[in-house]
């Protein structure tokens, strides 16, 4: 069974950095594309970014410029660089694989919250 374990995640100032981290256990990670994803109160849950198994990646505009997502095969573990942050960037967030339905299952995600 797969297991998604999230962290890294705190409340910073805007403009500060915080880098996330995701574990994958119970997959064959190096052949998933993966992304991170995150959800604020009241909105739907948006992919900000996703990096292929060939490490190639993609952004979302809001975060273009601003987060670097990579991943570690060796390791089974996805992060996400995430400097520049605006308060617009709170949000719990969680790695999956890219499209999300692949497993079925999400993690508990790390809260991510940006003060003014």
């Known amino acids: 069974q797969v297991q998604l374990v999230e962290s890294g995640g705190g409340l910073v100032q805007a403009g500060g950095s915080l880098r996330l981290s995701c574990v994958v256990s119970?997959?064959?990670?190096?052949?998933?594309?993966m992304g991170w994803y995150r959800q604020a109160p009241g909105k739907q849950r948006e992919l900000v970014a996703s990096v292929a198994s060939t490490h190639s990646a993609n952004y979302g505009e809001r975060v273009k410029g601003r987060f670097t997502i990579s991943r570690d095969n060796a390791k089974n573990t996805v992060y996400l660089q995430m400097d520049s942050l605006k308060p617009e960037d709170t949000a719990v967030y969680y790695c999956?694989?890219?499209?999300?339905?692949?497993?079925?299952?999400w993690g508990q995600g790390t809260q991510v919250t940006v003060s003014s």
């Open positions: 999956n694989a890219v499209p999300s339905k692949t497993w079925g299952y």
């Open positions: 119970g997959a064959i990670f190096g052949l998933i594309d």
